[in-house]
């Protein structure tokens, strides 16, 4: 018989200190449970699960996507590429913004390829390089990108074109 583990967690407590201790002990979360109703990403294989999730998003009235484990809303992509300045406006005239580098990065599916993305939830999406908003730290005139071809992520010149995905806060 498996041994059972309670944890309490309090405030201010380093969840990934929890997740350590609990894997020196031996134990395995297979059947994590959901905390404040939401599922904790050091249980095993869990935030992979999550981020390849269809049921992660819902299609919304305008056309965007929720995406119910970000908290946000994706826009439609942009039928042409443009440079960051200019996918900065294109993003605001939609009512959002261009997404950081984490959050477009997390719409990378790697069991995919050409795109690297579900084509049932974002079937608009072009096999290229897509803008983040993240601005490069080192060199300011760069800026990180997404290829969605393979779901590579890099960082290229804000003067080239590349194609865009707005985001905005949930609806």
Same mark, same amino acid.
């Given at each position: 018989?498996?041994?059972?583990?309670?944890?309490?967690? +309090?405030?201010?407590?380093?969840? $990934?200190?929890?997740?350590?201790?609990?894997?020196?002990? $031996?134990?395995?979360?297979?059947?994590?449970?959901?905390? +404040?109703?939401?599922?904790?990403?050091?249980?095993? $294989?869990?935030?992979?699960?999550?981020?390849?999730?269809?049921?992660?998003?819902?299609?919304? +009235?305008?056309?965007?996507?929720?995406?119910?484990?970000?908290?946000?809303?994706?826009?439609?992509?942009?039928?042409?590429?443009?440079?960051?300045?200019?996918?900065?406006?294109?993003?605001?005239?939609?009512?959002?913004?261009?997404?950081?580098?984490?959050?477009?990065?997390?719409?990378?599916?790697?069991?995919?390829?050409?795109?690297?993305?579900?084509?049932?939830?974002?079937?608009?999406?072009?096999?290229?390089?897509?803008?983040?908003?993240?601005?490069?730290?080192?060199?300011?005139? $760069?800026?990180?990108?997404?290829?969605?071809?393979?779901?590579?992520?890099?960082?290229?010149?804000?003067?080239?074109?590349?194609?865009?995905?707005?985001?905005?806060?949930?609806?």
């Amino acid at each position: 018989m498996a041994k059972k583990l309670e944890v309490i967690i +309090k405030e201010n407590i380093n969840i $990934g200190d929890i997740a350590k201790a609990i894997r020196q002990e $031996g134990y395995k979360i297979s059947n994590p449970v959901k905390i +404040k109703g939401k599922i904790p990403l050091f249980a095993e $294989g869990v935030l992979t699960q999550t981020l390849r999730s269809a049921s992660r998003f819902s299609k919304l +009235k305008d056309g965007w996507v929720k995406d119910e484990f970000l908290g946000i809303d994706w826009g439609p992509s942009s039928d042409k590429r443009m440079n960051w300045e200019d996918a900065e406006k294109h993003c605001a005239n939609l009512g959002g913004r261009l997404p950081e580098r984490f959050e477009l990065a997390s719409l990378i599916d790697d069991t995919k390829f050409k795109p690297a993305v579900d084509k049932d939830v974002f079937p608009d999406t072009v096999s290229d390089y897509y803008w983040s908003g993240t601005t490069y730290a080192y060199w300011t005139d $760069g800026a990180w990108i997404v290829y969605f071809i393979d779901g590579y992520v890099y960082v290229d010149v804000k003067t080239y074109s590349y194609y865009v995905r707005p985001v905005r806060s949930s609806q």
